[in-house]
């Protein structure tokens, strides 16, 4: 005879089957689509560039070429200089060892794509390495190369695929299973806030499990208006509308205002009453290893991460997890728990700088079955 237990076992893994084979349908669907594409485009001509106007920028090294126009380039929008330029330049002198000094543009695509080729890492990874080279490419006013194009294009297309509507098995969501075998949500996280008497702990518990965005969001924010410089400072937070203004986020527009959002109220209480004995001009000051508070700077997000962690999230009490996994909850949270609608949906992905598209199709799907 079936036991209520079994029954319920039977009837989550009849769901799951159920999800899983519409998941895997959309995704041959999307894969397929993409394929014919792929298939209509017209092999294209080499692209030729008036070397009058985007005049090659070789000055007998590819290398010297590349790491020169690298550390003089400024982004338009942020007037900072790129990031990651080391990992970009080792990319592009893996890519041209072969012809480092060659200046025939066809013996350069050759050494390119040949290196290209032999990456055996993952997909995504792979796409990685291939931008870093473009990077330098595009610096250089090397006139691009149909072959290469398509390459990435390829890469590009299967890691979208993969990312669509995936939802995560019970078996791979185990990693958020508690000691009572509850998953690890953020109800769980709202619950425990109200149950913390540290209100720095509370405070920075709050921002993750009442919002979605990414902590570099929290990261480098004056408390107060009166405490924000526009000149050196990412934003700030409104006291009196409990609004966060951010100046510089996902975008790096440092001259408006990127996103302006009205934070939750348990937040706004965790900020004031933490701010009510600690005078600091930061919204979050750092907080050491040893839970020492220096008022002086502002907390990054790696290390509230870190803080996080040791704190709750240290696989003892509470499955050892990091930010980024606090915020598919909240996706998954907000879309299939609370059952927000459309427009309030809308106000939730603006604030967080995601689009609606990717939202829906990626970030609220891979936790999906802790909610059911």
């Known amino acids: 005879m079936t ?134 490419i595009r610096l250089l006013n090397i006139p691009k190369n149909n072959e290469f194009e398509c390459i990435v294009k390829k890469w590009k297309a299967e890691i979208e695929a993969s990312a669509v509507c995936r939802v995560m098995s019970i078996d791979e969501l185990a990693f958020l299973k508690m000691n009572d075998g509850r998953y690890l949500t953020t109800v769980v996280l709202q619950e425990l806030c109200h149950s913390i008497d540290d209100p720095y702990k509370r405070m920075a518990l709050s921002t993750v499990a009442y919002h979605g965005n990414r902590w570099q969001d929290w990261s480098g924010i004056k408390y107060g208006q009166s405490n924000f410089d526009n000149e050196n ?47 600091s001009v930061w919204l979050i000051p750092h907080c050491t290893a040893k839970s020492a508070i220096k008022c002086d700077k502002s907390i990054t997000a790696d290390a509230m991460n870190s803080r996080l962690q040791e704190w709750f999230f240290d696989g003892q009490s509470y499955p050892k997890i990091t930010i980024n996994s606090t915020r598919h909850m909240y996706e998954t949270h907000i879309r299939y728990v609370a059952q927000l609608s459309d427009e309030e949906l809308k106000n939730e992905w603006k604030a967080i700088a995601h689009s609606e598209e990717t939202a829906r199709k990626c970030y609220a799907e891979l936790y999906k079955l802790t909610a059911m």
């Not at 090294?61 to 200089?81: C, D, F, H, M, V």
């Not at 390495?129 to 330098?136: D, F, G, P, R, V």
């Not at 409104?238 to 937040?267: D, W």
């Open 233 to 279: 400072d990412r934003g700030y937070y409104c006291v009196e509308s409990h609004t966060l203004m951010l100046y510089t986020g996902k975008t790096h527009n440092t001259q408006l205002v990127e996103r302006a959002f009205e934070i939750h109220p348990e937040v706004a209480k965790a900020i004031e009453t933490y701010h009510q004995s600690v005078e």
């Open 3 to 136: 036991t209520h237990n079994e029954s319920q076992s039977l009837h989550i893994a009849l769901n799951e089957i159920q999800h899983l084979r519409k998941e895997l349908t959309e995704k041959n669907a999307y894969i397929n689509e993409l394929e014919s594409k792929l298939a209509q485009q017209q092999p294209k001509v080499e692209s030729m560039i008036d070397e009058s106007v985007f005049p090659l920028l070789f000055n007998g090294n590819w290398y010297t070429s590349a790491k020169a126009e690298l550390q003089a380039y400024i982004r338009p929008k942020t007037g900072k200089p790129l990031t990651g330029q080391k990992k970009i330049l080792a990319e592009f002198k893996k890519a041209i060892a072969e012809c480092e000094t060659n200046e025939s543009i066809d013996d350069v695509w050759k050494c390119i794509i040949k290196y290209v080729e032999s990456f055996t890492v993952k997909t995504n990874v792979k796409h990685k390495k291939a931008s870093n080279i473009a990077t330098c």
